[in-house]
């Protein structure tokens, strides 16, 4: 039974594929009774109002005018669910400023302006919810918030990115090449328009800044952000051979004195790690907390269904805010919170290199890394496509994140180098 005689009325700002999702699985207020409140889905904007969709709502509620929504003194909740960072942030403001309460799934725009839209949601009558930013239907923003709220984050990481993990996972299951896996996945809907935003790891680079500023209290930019665009079936037999398995991972760690590093990269992750066997387009995080220890969260990362969970479990806690639950706390960051500069981030390499075949050249390699202070572990040939080229694929030991930046700069000037030098981290 609804505790609530108030009907709150919700509208949308962009009506695309998670907004639809949003819509049809509220549609009728079949959920009245878990938000403990009626509700009303009130109006939708589109950009074209001619166009067909696959959920088809009354005509009568559908606007062309974000202000339409904004400025209606009788919608409670606004739905930012167009994405971009520019006129998403302007309708953001706008709707806290007159009192709205707003849920998005808005990654980019919370990257870029989180503290500004923050900010003005602590000094409105609204509220600013945001779970779907992140994971799509993992509740990983509300576990850091709420369920390990006792809990500081030595390390958090994991798949964050369901396109990259569907093709790495193809191409190492089917012995794909990575050109065909990606075409098929574009066929199947799966990249972004703009495909830099999946394979360029700057989808990833958004969210894990946005858990380093849940986790931590600090705007944390990605200080290395490599995509999988240059993984090759090479690296995949490599690591299967020595007990890895390639993902893109995102992380944030807290290191000595106030440190902080956040990055995004193909990383070689131990098959006998959880997150090593998360596959197709799922997402995985592993969170480390100094009282509950790892914890991992496994789910789909993608789709309308998946990200509408999300959404609509904002929506419940909107509606439960604007009944009277207080605000979340804010989230305070420690007084000696900084970057990390990449001498205090440590870890074990593996690089990929082609090189001219000829007598000579390993030495020179080596003397390279010599000058960088980087001990090589391992050091295997294989045989390239090029006639005249072979791979180099060698291990570190434990070396900086600095040194190896300066012997791969060293390495794309070095006249028997082919290529820019490939790089996996080993772990997180």
Known sequence: MNTCKKTFRIGFIGFGTVAQAVWKNLDGGRLAARFGADYELAKACVRDVSKKRAVEIPADKIVSDPYEIINDPSIDIVCELMGG?????????????????????????????GAEIFAEAAKSKGSYFFEASVAGGVPIIKVLREGLVANSFPLIYGILNG????????????????????????????????????????????????????????????????????????????????????????????????????????????????????????????????????????????????????????????????????????????????AASLDEVSGKFYIRLEVADEAGVLASIAGVFSDAGISIETLMQRSCER?????????????????????????????????????LRFGY
């Open 163 to 338: 396109t990259t993990n569907y093709i790495l996972t193809r191409m190492e299951g089917e012995n794909a090449d990575y050109e065909t896996v990606l075409a098929d996945a574009k066929r199947l809907g799966y990249v972004e328009a703009d495909d830099s935003l999946d394979l360029d790891g700057i989808d990833a680079a958004h969210k894990i800044s946005i858990l380093g500023y849940l986790a931590h209290g600090v705007w944390i930019k990605p200080s290395i952000v490599s995509g999988i665009r240059r993984v090759r079936l090479e690296d995949m037999a490599w690591a299967k051979d020595f007990g890895y398995r390639i993902k893109l991972i995102a992380a944030v760690r807290s290191l000595e004195g106030g440190a902080l590093f956040a990055s995004v990269y193909p990383a070689l992750v131990p098959l006998s790690d959880a997150v090593a066997n998360v596959n197709g387009v799922y997402n995985a995080v592993a969170i480390s907390g100094d009282v509950v220890g790892r914890t991992i969260h496994i789910g789909r990362g993608a789709g309308g269904d998946a990200t509408s969970s999300a959404v609509i479990a904002d929506i419940c806690d909107a509606i439960k805010y604007i009944m009277g639950e207080p605000k979340s706390l804010a989230i305070a960051a420690p007084e000696n919170a900084r």
């Open 85 to 113: 960072t520019g006129a998403a942030f302007d309708y953001t403001v706008a709707a806290l400023r007159s009192g709205k309460t707003v849920v998005s799934a808005n990654k980019a725009v919370i990257c870029a302006r």
């Open 387 to 423: 006639d005249g080229s072979a791979w180099l694929l060698l291990t570190t030991h434990d070396t900086t994140e600095g040194a190896i930046k300066k012997a791969c700069g060293a390495l794309v000037a070095h006249p028997k180098v082919s290529s820019e030098p490939f790089v």
